[in-house]
């Protein structure tokens, strides 16, 4: 998504008259399985009391129009108008393509203008297309009155960022704040959110480098599959088998096992070629300050790592200061 500085637009004509219908949606991090959860495997992922916050209304504009706010500064990050999706690989039209995706689901009566405020940092692994897409689609479908086709409209954007997805970030967006695993439950084996009952427990998270782009790295692991099914699938059912082993480590508050786990998950991380220098240098100064592990999280390519901090993130907040990068501690209950 776009991160350039655009002029505030001004309001449509009325648009501020009209009453607003208000959405929410959660940004995530994943814990352990990341990628090998688009092929199958369990993943255990964190919906955090963060994300976006949207409003929309009816516009006499032309077009429906979307505004992507920085809600923590008072600045627009994008702004753009549901058109149909041009073959431009920008982080504009990839935000341009994903409203029309979105729009098309609703085929609202007439153009809407929707805000959306982001609280988190985009394309850095913490869920930020699945949180717009949710807050959206669930203020677009409460002035609607469409509540059914929220689910299918946020499926319809995060095909557009994540080319195929697991639906892990779109659960999370869409959950109540906390810790769950995410896996196929018998005898359906449809998918679904399980919440895991754990002792609470203290993270540390940083970015380390800029995002890169999720359909682009997923697209990465494809093709090294491509390549090589039969190791790349071990390296998937490995992961796989490290979301289920953790589940019982974070449920009996087992850190120093749930920490090797995340040492464990990061090495195949680097193994399916989504790790970067700076993400690898950022776990290796966490775990030297004291961290009992850490691992990337999200697509990789760049974005965030997260350390296991039981003790408290202080050193690896600090460690991480002095090799430039900014991080935050946080608490949650299972
Ligand atoms: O980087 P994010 O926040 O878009 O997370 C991507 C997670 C993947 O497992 C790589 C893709 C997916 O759809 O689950």
């Not at 219908?21 to 919906?47: Q, T």
């Not at 717009?132 to 677009?140: C, F, P, S």
């Not at 390296?235 to 480590?249: C, D, V, W």
């Not at 999200?298 to 690896?316: R, S």
Request: glycine letters at 10%; one cysteine or more; charged letters at 20%.
């Amino acid at each position: 998504m776009a991160r350039r500085d655009l002029p505030i637009p001004p309001a449509q004509d009325g648009a501020d008259l009209e009453p607003a219908a208000a959405g929410r949606g959660r940004a995530k991090l994943i814990l352990f399985g990341e990628h090998a959860v688009v092929w199958g495997e369990p993943a255990v992922a964190i919906s955090l009391p963060v994300g976006a916050k949207a409003e929309a209304r009816f516009s006499v504009a032309p077009h429906s129009q979307l505004r992507l706010k920085d809600g923590r500064r008072d600045k627009i990050l994008a702004a753009v108008d549901a058109r149909p999706p041009s073959a431009e690989a920008s982080q504009d039209a990839a935000l341009q393509a994903a409203f029309y995706a979105l729009l098309g689901v609703f085929e609202p009566p007439s153009a809407l203008d929707v805000q959306v405020d982001l609280e988190i940092p985009t394309g850095v692994g913490m869920g930020s297309s699945a949180a717009l897409a949710v807050a959206a689609a669930r203020a677009i479908a409460q002035l609607l009155e469409r509540p059914d086709l929220v689910e299918e409209a946020v499926w319809a954007s995060e095909r557009v960022f994540h080319g195929n997805p697991s639906g892990l970030d779109q659960q999370m967006a869409s959950a109540r704040s906390g810790l769950y695993i995410w896996a196929r439950q018998q005898p359906e084996e449809t998918w679904a959110a399980r919440p895991l009952k754990a002792p609470p427990l203290t993270l540390a998270v940083c970015q380390a480098a800029p995002g890169a782009s999720t359909a682009q790295m997923v697209e990465l692991v494809a093709a090294k599959r491509a390549r090589e099914p039969a190791l790349v699938d071990q390296l998937h059912s490995f992961i796989g088998h490290i979301s289920r082993t953790a589940h019982q480590a974070l449920s009996q508050a087992d850190w120093a096992r749930a920490g090797e786990l995340m040492d464990l998950n990061h090495g195949a991380l680097v193994a399916l070629g989504v790790s970067t220098l700076q993400l690898d240098l950022a776990c290796h100064a966490a775990r030297s300050a004291g961290a009992l592990g850490a691992k990337l999280t999200g697509a990789g390519g760049g974005g965030c790592v997260v350390a296991l901090t039981p003790d408290g993130a202080g050193p690896v907040l600090e460690a991480w200061r002095q090799r430039g990068w900014s991080g935050f501690e946080f608490h949650i209950t299972g």
